[in-house]
C-alpha cells in the first residue's frame, strides 16, 4: 500500500466523521500496490445503513482529505443498500482495508 500510516490515519478518521463510525474504508487502484508509480487515492466507502445524499457525502470527503492531504485527486466509491450496485463496486471492494 502506497500511503504513509499517517495518511491512513488521516483518510480513516475523516472517513468516519463524514460517513459514521460504523464505515469500511478500502484502498483500491493503484495506490494500493506497491509495485506501481503514481496514481490518485481511489477509496471504497462500504456503509450498511442507506445514506441520504451519497455524492454530497462524497464531495466533503474529497474536499476535506484535499485540506488534509494537499491537492491531489482522489476518488471515493460509495456502498450502501440504497445505491445501485456497479460493476466498480466489485472491483474496490477488493481494496485494502484502511
Known sequence: ????QQQANIIKALAKEVFGQDASIKLFGSRADDSKRGGDIDLFIE???PIEQPVMASARLEAK???ALGLQ???VIVSAPNIAKMPIHDIASQ???L
Open 73 to 75: 485527486k482522489i476518488d
Open 47 to 49: 456503509l450498511q445503513q
Open 65 to 67: 482529505l484535499m485540506q
Open 1 to 4: 500500500m502506497r500511503l504513509s
Open 95 to 97: 481494496g485494502v482495508r
